[in-house]
């Protein structure tokens, strides 16, 4: 049963999701503000959290910066609206993905199972390349020998493109095999995690060695 911290200002919206959450198999624990959020996060760590942006008091960017400096534990964010500042802004917050409302259990459903499926291991063994090394198995990342902690949809993107040295992985490609959208979805989701993962892994985010960007086509890793 997966531990889901469901934070949701609308108390409607709030009892319908967490209980159409609980249906699916989720065991749902909720609050109503930013403050109530954070305080849940803390006293017992969730497996993942649904979040709502527009929150009273601490609003849901915030909440979601204070997830990540705390840990890795996924992040889907809930949107009234497809719009930019909402989704670009939760997305360099941390947020793993997001859906906009009015949210179909279904769909959300879905959405939390692809997440939390990103953190299986591939079983293959140890890749080094240059001074990073990817444990498949173990799900561990090490720079320079240090220790690096990413998310399950961080992991899942350094895994895919690393899989393939050299090789050209589209956005489309990457929304498929990542976030497991089956659709010609948002590109800003894997712009954004690229991101993170370079302010993780690169020695300078600006000049990547690893996740290198192939203008008009999308990303490789290397070449090696």
């Known amino acids: 049963m997966v531990a889901i911290l469901l ?3 609308d108390p409607l919206v709030r009892r319908a999701l967490e209980l159409a959450l609980c ?29 709502d942006l527009m929150l009273p008091g601490i609003d849901g960017l915030e909440v979601c910066r204070r997830i990540r400096g705390d840990g890795e534990v996924p992040v889907i964010m809930l949107t009234a609206r497809g719009d930019d500042f909402d989704v670009v802004g939760g997305l360099a917050a941390g947020a793993d993905d997001y859906v906009v409302k009015p949210a179909r259990p279904a769909v959300l459903d879905a959405r939390i199972r692809a997440v939390l499926r990103r953190g ?22 090490s720079l320079r020998g240090d220790p690096v902690s990413l998310t399950p949809t961080e992991m899942r993107l350094l895994l895919t493109v690393s899989r393939s040295p050299g090789r050209v992985f589209s956005r489309e490609q990457l929304l498929r095999e990542v976030w497991e959208h089956d659709y010609l979805g948002d590109s800003r989701l894997v712009d ?33």
């Not at 020695?203 to 086509?217: E, H, I, L, N």
């Open 7 to 9: 934070i949701e200002d």
């Open 23 to 51: 249906r699916h198999g989720h065991d749902v624990r909720t609050a109503a503000t930013g403050e109530e959020g954070l305080q849940a996060f803390r006293s017992s760590t969730p497996d993942l959290v649904v979040l």
């Open 120 to 141: 299986a291991g591939a079983a293959e063994g140890v890749r080094v390349h240059h001074e990073l090394r990817i444990d498949t198995t173990g799900l561990t990342v």
């Open 192 to 224: 954004n995690c690229v991101q993170r993962l370079r302010a993780k892994i690169e020695s300078d985010p600006a000049s990547p060695r690893y996740v290198q960007t192939v203008r008009g086509f999308g990303y490789r890793f290397g070449p090696v």
